[in-house]
């Protein structure tokens, strides 16, 4: 019967230091969800404020009449802060792009996989996410 106890003890140890590691873990994953969030809500309201200056731009220019497509693009491409403005905007994209797939890959590993509903034509998920 000692020896029993013994190795209940000792086994009942190991599984308690296991827990300690997991509630550290649990712990990190909670206080990055939290940045990810307050990230997630910073983007959002950029987007909000963006919005807002594009309705406020729109309303200005209501009383401008539209050129036609191809004189509009001719004139545009002869300026050189359209270039600015356009490699600006794709290197953002791709910035935001990576993060997201970054931000799904390192979820995954904590999230268990997504049931597919037959017919969708969507992969299961195992291990780190794929782009959609």
């Known amino acids: 019967m000692g020896f029993r106890t013994l190795a209940i003890e000792q086994r ?3 599984v308690w230091n296991l827990l300690g590691a997991v509630r550290t873990e ?29 309705r406020s731009i729109e309303k200005k220019l209501r009383g401008v009449q539209e050129m036609p497509a191809a004189e509009a693009a001719a004139l545009l491409e002869s300026e050189p802060w359209m270039k600015t403005v356009r490699r600006c905007h794709s290197s953002s994209l791709k910035r935001a ?6 931000l799904r890959e390192y979820l995954s590993l904590f999230l268990p996989p997504r049931p597919i509903a037959p017919g969708t ?5 195992t291990g780190a996410l794929n782009n959609p």
């Open 121 to 125: 034509g969507e992969q299961p998920v």
């Open 12 to 14: 009942s140890a190991e």
């Open 97 to 102: 792009s990576s993060w997201v797939v970054e």
């Open 26 to 54: 649990f712990s990190k994953f909670g206080q990055i969800l939290e940045k990810t969030s307050k990230k997630l809500q910073e983007a959002g309201n950029h987007i909000d404020a963006a919005a807002v200056r594009t």
